[in-house]
């Protein structure tokens, strides 16, 4: 055990939690493990494409749906693991996100309890990103990313084409249509909300923060709890 900590950020789509995570890795230093992200990258892979297991993850993530548990924990837990060995702090955006994950099962261990043997129940951080199923669907509707660099400014940019930074064409994000969005929030609420439950349970730090003010008013008041 040692003193580094770890981060985890929970959230309906669109609360923030990729922006919160990177501010936060950014200000104090921790490796950004965002799944979202990690899965956006192999799923756009031209060297996957023929893979059979990997394309029906990819149609699990278009349809709003959340991909294999198993799968996700197999590969965070992993990457966890060599973050251990390089004394590093972490900071999560979208995982755990079901109890599978979170909590595991008989033969598996939960992302929670791995972090707990490496950094300690009291260096674990649990965010909780809070905003209306309206201002999601609103939100996410309108979002705009640049797929090379992720410039989260770019959300409020909808008169831009291309990302100032990289040149690279700005587009909406493939599971960022409204029907989606209703699955994606629907699969929060089934999945990923007994998460936070069961954490609360477990009397884990868990923090609940107003996701409505802007970016930077919401990271004061994290920075607070550091
Ligand atoms: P996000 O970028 O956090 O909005 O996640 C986008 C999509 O990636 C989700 O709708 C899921 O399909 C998938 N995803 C992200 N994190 C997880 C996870 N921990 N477990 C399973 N699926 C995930």
């Given at each position: 055990m040692n003193n580094n900590i770890a981060v985890i950020f929970y959230g309906?789509?669109?609360?923030g939690k990729g922006t919160q995570a990177k501010l936060l890795s950014d200000k104090l230093n921790l490796y950004l493990f965002d799944t979202g992200d990690f899965l956006r990258k192999i799923f756009s892979n031209?060297?996957?494409?023929?893979?059979k297991k990997i394309q029906a993850q990819k149609r699990l993530y278009n349809e709003g749906k959340l991909v294999s548990f198993e799968w996700v924990l197999k590969n965070v837990s992993q990457k966890v693991k060599e973050l251990a060995k390089l004394d590093q702090s972490v900071v999560f955006s979208?995982?755990?996100?079901?109890l599978f994950e979170a909590f595991g099962d008989n033969k598996h261990k939960g992302l929670v309890k791995i972090l707990e043997e490496i950094f300690g129940k009291h260096n674990l951080y649990f965010f909780y990103l809070d905003i209306s199923d309206e201002e999601s669907i609103k939100r996410n509707s309108r979002r705009l990313i640049c797929?090379?660099?992720?410039?989260?400014?770019?959300?409020?940019?909808?008169?831009?084409?291309?990302?100032?930074?990289?040149g690279d064409k700005i587009e909406h994000r493939s599971d960022d249509k409204k029907e989606i969005i209703v699955k994606r929030l629907k699969e929060y609420r089934q999945m990923t909300l007994p998460v936070i439950k069961e954490l609360k349970k477990r009397k884990y730090k868990v923090i609940k923060i107003d996701?409505?003010?802007?970016p930077y008013k919401i990271f004061n008041k994290i920075l607070n709890y550091f």
């Open positions: 309906p789509p669109g609360s031209p060297k996957l494409k023929n893979n979208g995982s755990a996100r079901s797929p090379t660099c992720k410039n989260a400014l770019l959300a409020f940019a909808s008169s831009m084409k291309n990302c100032p930074l990289c996701g409505m003010p802007a």
